[in-house]
């Protein structure tokens, strides 16, 4: 019913729902805005406690890389698959198994890459190859401030059991437009799960990791690369 009394005035049954439903409509974009916030914080969380805890890792890998599809073709996607190490700062191993044989090694100073069938060396200063890759996200960050200096970080929505953060390259005209990092909590601390990259050709890498485990003892002599004897060195 609706008050008609002097000095009141009526109120309609249809503006009384409609309140109702703009409160219940107000209430739900703020559950869903502290979801979005609390989401945020998760995955920058993780990426930040990554960092600073995991000072150094390994892991099995398999790498799918798809190139963009042509004239409504299917993508071609070839499948590679290794193991990986790595410390901080700026070292860091890639063995790719199959389905060819090559070395990825980044000693602090120099990346290194060996073709075995090739049985060719390249050799680049680091610094100059590093920047904007993922391996600057995983492996050569120190806080998540340093990383925030040369990437943009936003949180992507949680899937497959994953926290995501996207990672843009601040600086414009690189090899590398955008890098999605999949993290999850574990029992021994954070672990690195996957890496989504799109180049600035379109192709897509993508990279999972199995049996990670964080902090491991490593080696004295993980990170050290000498080309094999009679091998091609190119320095480009």
Same mark, same amino acid.
């Given at each position: 019913?609706? =008050? ?19 409160? $219940?409509? &107000?209430? *739900? ?20 406690? @990554? &960092? ?5 890792? $390994?892991?099995? @890998?398999?790498?799918?890389?798809? *190139? ?13 698959? =290794? ?8 070292? @860091? ?13 980044? !000693? ?15 050799? $680049?200063? /680091? *610094?100059?190859?590093?920047? =904007?890759?993922?391996?600057?996200? &995983? ?16 949180? #992507? ?7 995501? +953060? ?10 590398? #437009?955008?890098?999605? +990092? ?10 690195? +799960?996957?890496? !989504?990259?799109? !180049?600035? @050709? ?5 990279? $999972? ?8 003892? /490593? ?10 004897? =009679?091998? !091609? +060195?190119?320095?480009?």
């Amino acid at each position: 019913m609706t =008050g008609h009394g002097r000095g009141s005035h009526p109120t309609p049954f249809w503006s009384y729902h409609m309140t109702l439903m703009i409160r $219940r409509l &107000i209430a *739900a974009s703020v559950m869903g805005l502290s979801a979005s916030l609390a989401q945020a914080q998760d995955g920058l969380q993780l990426l930040g406690d @990554f &960092i600073r805890s995991v000072q150094s890792g $390994r892991a099995q @890998f398999s790498q799918t890389v798809t *190139a963009p599809s042509k004239d409504g073709q299917t993508p071609r996607a070839k499948t590679s698959n =290794g193991t990986f190490e790595f410390a901080r700062p700026n070292r @860091f191993r890639f063995n790719y198994a199959k389905p060819f044989q090559q070395t990825l090694v980044a !000693d602090g100073q120099t990346l290194w890459l060996h073709d075995v069938d090739l049985n060719q060396v390249t050799a $680049r200063p /680091l *610094a100059q190859v590093l920047q =904007g890759t993922p391996a600057a996200v &995983i492996a050569a960050a120190t806080d998540l401030r340093g990383l925030q200096a040369d990437f943009k970080l936003s949180a #992507q929505p949680a899937s497959e059991g994953l926290q995501w +953060v996207l990672a843009e390259p601040r600086t414009p005209g690189g090899q590398v #437009q955008s890098i999605k +990092v999949g993290l999850r909590a574990a029992a021994k601390g954070t672990e690195l +799960v996957s890496l !989504d990259m799109l !180049d600035s @050709f379109g192709q897509r890498s993508v990279m $999972r990791f199995a049996q990670f485990e964080a902090n491991p003892a /490593l080696p004295a002599g993980s990170f050290e690369f000498k080309p094999p004897v =009679g091998a !091609d +060195v190119l320095r480009p």
